[in-house]
């Protein structure tokens, strides 16, 4: 496989994904961009936060960081309407949108929803048709820019990066033609389960999925940032006892293979480093985001890894 010339810098994120009054939010905001965090994100679950205002009030608490969708789940918008609200959310945050897109997998929400899931090639062929026709829209909205009238579109930036996540094959093609960040999932939907019940990702089926993409991108003029969303983080000298209730939950795996899995950073602050390091030189991931519950634990692993 492919490597680029020189390693990317790393960008970290973290996903807030529990609802909270006002002041909370603010605070856990806050708190984000206080431990290093670059960029804040909100994903799109029934039961979650609502995505765009949550970016706002995020906006409006801090400072430095982007703020991000991770991911919307396609299925539940139409393109037009959702270009007014990525123009919008992006004009009152000051420019920080970056917008993450998947094909959605819970068919619970949509039946929750009362919208239709669609099989999985229904489902990407939606995600392409939104890729696409956001990025028409936007192209009119530049087109616009330049006549005289236009004025009251100068304060719409609506080209915000673009985030594609998903690990097929057609998601990873639509991903090398489109998206500036892709994002591979580090665990798949159970094939039976209605409620989005992940398994991990093998980090040998991990290589053959990135190096299906960089395949897929090799003629782009620019690579795109690799992502990689983690799924616990513990810091600790005694990873069997941190891991037994996964190894409980999902008893074909052993020990093992638990700590080869490449979204588990289980152990001390110099192994975890050490496999962070070792898994952006394997894969090319340098932007790693990680879940609300792990966002402190987290921190001292930024700090290691930028020399601090």
Request: with cysteine.
């Amino acid at each position: 496989m492919s490597r680029p010339e020189s390693p990317r810098p790393f960008r970290f994120g973290v996903n807030l994904m529990t609802a909270a009054p006002a002041d909370e939010w603010r605070a856990k905001c806050r708190r984000a961009e206080e431990l290093g965090y670059d960029v804040i994100l909100v994903p799109d679950h029934l039961g979650m936060p609502a995505p765009f205002p949550a970016l706002v009030a995020a906006a409006e608490a801090t400072e430095r960081p982007r703020l991000g969708t991770f991911v919307l789940n396609a299925g539940f918008w139409n393109p037009a309407l959702l270009a007014r609200e990525v123009a919008t959310t992006d004009a009152l945050t000051g420019g920080r949108l970056e917008l993450g897109l998947g094909a959605g997998y819970v068919q619970a929400e949509h039946d929750s929803a009362g919208l239709p899931f669609g099989t999985p090639g229904e489902r990407v062929d939606h995600l392409r048709h939104t890729v696409e026709e956001l990025q028409r829209l936007w192209h009119t909205v530049e087109e616009l820019r330049r006549l005289p009238s236009s004025e009251s579109y100068q304060s719409q930036r609506l080209r915000v990066p673009l985030l594609v996540g998903g690990n097929g094959d057609r998601v990873l093609r639509l991903t090398a033609e489109h998206a500036d960040i892709a994002a591979f999932g580090g665990a798949y939907p159970d094939a039976g389960s209605t409620t989005g019940r992940l398994v991990p990702v093998t980090a040998e089926r991990l290589d053959e999925r990135v190096a299906r993409y960089r395949k897929f991108a090799a003629d782009r003029a620019e690579p795109a940032e690799l992502n990689l969303l983690l799924q616990m983080v513990a810091v600790t000298e005694d990873r069997e006892a941190v891991l037994q209730p996964l190894l409980d939950r999902v008893p074909e795996l052993t020990l093992e293979q638990a700590l080869a899995l490449p979204i588990l950073l289980i152990g001390t602050l110099e192994q975890i480093t050490a496999q962070v390091l070792a898994q952006r030189e394997r894969y090319g991931f340098s932007y790693l985001a990680v879940l609300e519950p792990y966002m402190e634990a987290f921190a001292p692993v930024m700090a290691r890894l930028r020399g601090e």
